[in-house]
Structure formats: structure tokens, C-alpha cells
């Protein structure tokens, strides 16, 4: 009985090991996606070789506007990509030890998976915010050729971006005060008399 019980014993230890060990399963795909930031700085390049040609052109302040709200646009994307790769693989794969490093970003601080889900939620409904201002600066082209209902779509789109960020908020806070309470609170002091 002992050995059946020191068996299973190994077993369980050696499959909790296994499971443990499977979140190196994500790492190629954080290194895929940094792989995928490098290839998009060609992007990034190619617009800005556009809008200096642009600009020595003569082109008008609208379509000059237009390229930079691109520029501004694989920035935020690099941004999402970099924030989903570095927190992604610090929350999920093994922590990066950064703690003493100067150049440690300030958002990288405290960060968990719900801190991460709303800041790429509010990611998200900022790169809509941007593609929705270039449909507002480009508006009469646009809707000459595709009418008002893409407007519209983007719009609800838009927003629903923003509700989203809203109620991940909403929620990661809700479930943060009912697991800290605040000083003060019922549960986190005690009575005086």
C-alpha cells in the first residue's frame, strides 16, 4: 500500500512538474511576435519615406496628416505587440528580472493579467481612436466612394473598444477591493468601542 501510495505520489509530482514546464510552450510566440515588430519597422519606414515625399511634393495638409496619423498608428501598434511580448511572457512564462534595472518601464510596475488585459484594452480603443480620426480627416473621399455607413460602423466600433476598456476597469477594481480591503473597512479593521 505504501509503495502504491509513493507511486502515485511520483506521479502526481512528476505531472504537476510537466504542467508547470508547459508555459514555455507561449515563449516562441512572444519570440515570434518581437520577430514580427522588427519586419513592421519596414512599415514604419516606408511611411515616413512617403511622407517626405509627400512634403517635398506639395501635397495638401490633408493627405501630409494622413501619413503621419499612419506613423502615429504602427507606433501604437508596436506598442501593443511590445506590451502583449514583454508582459505576456513576464506574467505567463517566468519573470524578467528587471527589478534593478534604470531603464525598467513604469508600466511594467505591479503588473498582473488584468493590468494587462486593460492596458491593451485601452490600447485597442486608442488604435480605433486613431483609424476613426484618419476616417475624419479623410471623410469627404471616403464617404464619396464607400457612402456614410462605414463612418458609422467605425464609430460603433469605437466604442465598443471603449466600453470594453471601461468594464475591464470596472471589474479588475471590484475584484481588487473585495480581495485588499481598504483601511477603514469592515473587514480590514477592527471595532473600537
Known amino acids: 500500500?505504501?509503495?502504491?501510495?509513493?507511486?502515485?505520489?511520483?506521479?502526481?509530482?512528476?505531472?504537476?512538474g510537466i504542467i508547470f514546464w508547459s508555459r514555455w510552450v507561449q515563449a516562441p510566440l512572444y519570440g515570434g511576435l518581437i520577430i514580427g515588430a522588427v519586419l513592421y519597422l519596414f512599415t514604419f519606414f516606408t511611411e515616413l519615406a512617403h511622407l517626405y515625399h509627400q512634403v517635398l511634393g506639395g501635397e495638401t495638409e490633408t493627405k501630409v496628416?494622413?501619413?503621419v496619423l499612419s506613423l502615429v498608428d504602427i507606433s501604437m501598434v508596436m506598442n501593443l505587440v511590445i506590451m502583449v511580448s514583454i508582459g505576456g511572457y513576464s506574467i505567463f512564462t517566468s519573470k524578467i528580472d528587471v527589478e534593478m534595472h534604470e531603464d525598467k518601464p513604469l508600466w511594467l510596475e505591479g503588473l498582473d493579467a488584468g493590468m494587462l488585459k486593460i492596458k491593451l484594452a485601452t490600447s485597442l480603443a486608442s488604435i480605433s481612436g486613431v483609424q476613426l480620426l484618419k476616417k475624419f480627416v479623410d471623410y469627404r473621399d471616403i464617404a464619396a466612394v464607400e457612402g456614410n455607413e462605414g463612418i458609422y460602423v467605425e464609430i460603433v466600433i469605437h466604442m465598443v473598444f471603449i466600453a470594453s476598456a471601461l468594464l475591464l476597469s470596472v471589474t479588475e477594481k471590484t475584484i481588487h477591493s473585495y480581495a485588499h480591503p481598504a483601511p477603514g473597512d469592515a473587514h480590514g479593521d477592527t471595532e473600537q468601542h
Not at 505504501?2 to 504537476?16: D, H, L, P, Q, S
Open 65 to 67: 496628416m494622413l501619413s
Open 1 to 16: 500500500m505504501a509503495r502504491k501510495i509513493k507511486a502515485f505520489g511520483w506521479f502526481e509530482n512528476t505531472f504537476e
